[in-house]
């Protein structure tokens, strides 16, 4: 269902009231090698000028291979035609425009695809593509693991490993992009309309890349993706809430779960950090928040946890006068989950006190479920595969 600017802050110890929130430093194993070529998909387009004039080149240089990897998903210099051929060799010769390496690729039953991804270093993550009949979403990862624990969360059972580099949260689009068939960037009918950031990690514990991909994926001269069009999604970092929208000005989704601290202290333990009271405030002064940009509020439906009447009445009441939608997830289930998933009945009755109360309060259909690709079970096949050989 998150290196040029790798900054995640201290760790915390864990204390009495559970795991720490705040990530690890996750920096160390990413020294540069002086020998490796310069990813052209980690630069932004003023970096890239930049590169041109250091290389000796014209500026104007850069918009011209700005355009050959952004609009036209090209990763080899001499299929740039309009450079010289002395320019191609010079390219080559120091930097690279890269893609990940595809581990595995699954497709489900309803036409969601699930890559498991492999990058240089050889950590991995998942992306998932999910065609509608008006829309395809890709949902991307911004961390390998995640430090965040949710308790009915398969992905948050992968410890985190580190964050993503620009490059590599980009390669997942450009990936899916030549999987779709969407050169140029410019054709109609594009299938990959959206972007989530819901895959594997907390985006805002790695804000600084997340940030600078989302702003190249936008890019007027680029892939050219609206903001309206990319959610971003996150437990609660708060800090990073309000940056999110001076920034970047997407779509706000909070994982919420529960409407009381007590039960979202388990559920989402970032909550002891940054309770209820202080992250609805957040969303409340949230920058791109208005009556047409609504924030969604993601709410999984566990049984005889926190799916209530009381419940749902509390939820109304907990976000009053915010510009919202409510999500509503039914729990998949994963292999040793400690949940199971609230009834249709449950569910729906849930959903019509929060509409009646005057809240669009979609269920959201399960995608991909027979692949592990479904909200909340993102997890790399060579993690379970690690686990399963230890317990062996």
């Not at 989704?253 to 002891?272: G, K, Q, T, W």
Request: proline share 5%; aromatic share 6%.
């Amino acid at each position: 269902m998150k290196e040029a600017a790798l900054t995640t802050g201290p760790a915390e110890k864990q204390d009495a009231n559970g795991p720490a929130v705040t990530p690890p430093d996750v920096s160390a194993d990413l020294s540069p090698d002086l020998q490796m070529p310069v990813d052209l998909l980690g630069l932004s387009f003023e970096e890239l000028e930049a590169v041109m004039v250091a290389e000796g080149l014209p500026k104007f240089r850069a918009r011209q291979v700005w355009s050959w990897i952004w609009r036209h998903g090209v990763t080899a210099f001499d299929d740039m035609t309009n450079l010289a051929k002395s320019v191609r060799e010079q390219l080559s010769a120091g930097f690279m425009i890269s893609r990940p390496r595809v581990t595995s690729r699954q497709v489900s039953s309803d036409g969601t695809i699930k890559w498991l991804l492999k990058f240089a270093d050889g950590n991995e993550a998942e992306t998932v593509y999910i065609p509608e009949e008006d829309r395809g979403t890709l949902c991307i990862s911004s961390q390998v693991g995640c430090t965040l624990t949710c308790s009915f969360c398969h992905t948050g059972t992968q410890k985190l490993v580190r964050n993503l580099k620009v490059e590599e949260i980009m390669g997942q689009i450009m990936l899916a992009m030549d999987e779709l068939g969407e050169w140029p960037a410019t054709q109609d009918g594009r299938k990959l309309t959206n972007i989530v950031l819901m895959g594997m990690g907390e985006p805002l514990f790695n804000y600084d890349n997340v940030r600078d991909a989302m702003l190249i994926t936008m890019h007027h001269e680029g892939i050219g993706l609206s903001k309206r069009r990319i959610t971003l999604s996150t437990s609660g970092v708060v800090p990073e809430i309000f940056k999110t929208g001076e920034d970047l000005g997407v779509n706000l989704a909070i994982s919420l779960h529960a409407v009381r601290d007590e039960l979202r202290d388990e559920l989402v333990p970032i909550n002891r950090k940054y309770p209820l009271e202080v992250l609805v405030e957040a969303c409340r002064n949230y920058p791109a928040s208005s009556n047409s940009r609504r924030i969604t509020w993601e709410y999984v439906m566990l049984d005889g946890i926190n799916d209530s009447d009381e419940d749902a009445k509390a939820l109304v009441k907990l976000i009053k006068g915010i510009p919202s939608k409510i999500n509503l997830i039914p729990f998949n289930a994963w292999p040793g989950a400690g949940y199971t998933c609230s009834s249709k009945t449950r569910i729906d009755r849930f959903s019509k006190i929060v509409m009646n109360a005057g809240y669009s309060s979609p269920v959201r259909t399960p995608r991909g479920q027979d692949i592990l690709a479904a909200c909340g079970q993102l997890k790399s096949a060579s993690e379970r595969a690690r686990r399963q050989s230890t317990r062996a």
